[in-house]
C-alpha cells in the first residue's frame, strides 16, 4: 500500500505530464497552422510525439523516485495482522448478556 506522501507526489508528477502532453499538443497546432508544406507538418507531429514521450519518461521517473524514497525512509513494516495487545479471544460471553433476573 502506498504511503500518503508517495501517493500526493505521484498525484502531482501525473498532473505535471498532463500539462506537458497538453503544451505539446497545443505548440503542434501553433506549428501546423504556420507551416506551408506537409513536411513542415510532419515535423510538428514528431516534435508533439517526442516532447509527450519525454513527459512520460519524467513521470516514471519520479514514481520511481518517489517509491525508493519511501523505501529508503525506514517505514515500519505489517504484516497485515492484529496489533499487539489485542486476543483473539473475545471480551463478551460467548452466549450473550443474560437479560434476567437471577434469583
Known amino acids: 500500500m502506498q504511503s500518503a506522501k508517495e501517493k500526493i507526489s505521484n498525484l502531482a508528477s501525473a498532473a505535471k505530464e498532463k500539462v506537458e502532453t497538453h503544451k505539446a499538443k497545443t505548440e503542434e497546432k501553433v506549428e501546423k497552422m504556420t ?3 506537409e513536411e513542415e507538418k510532419r515535423i510538428a507531429e514528431e516534435k508533439r ?3 509527450e514521450a519525454e513527459a512520460k519518461m519524467k513521470l516514471h521517473e ?3 523516485k518517489h517509491e525508493a524514497d519511501k523505501l ?4 515500519p513494516a505489517t504484516d497485515g495482522g492484529a496489533p499487539m495487545g489485542r486476543t483473539a479471544v473475545p471480551s463478551y460471553p460467548p452466549g450473550g448478556y443474560s437479560t434476567r433476573k437471577l434469583p
Do not use: E, H, M
Request: net charge positive; no cysteine; aromatic share 0%.
Open 72 to 75: 529508503t525512509t525506514g517505514a
Open 49 to 51: 510525439r517526442a516532447k
Open 62 to 64: 519520479s514514481k520511481a
Open 35 to 37: 507551416a506551408r508544406t
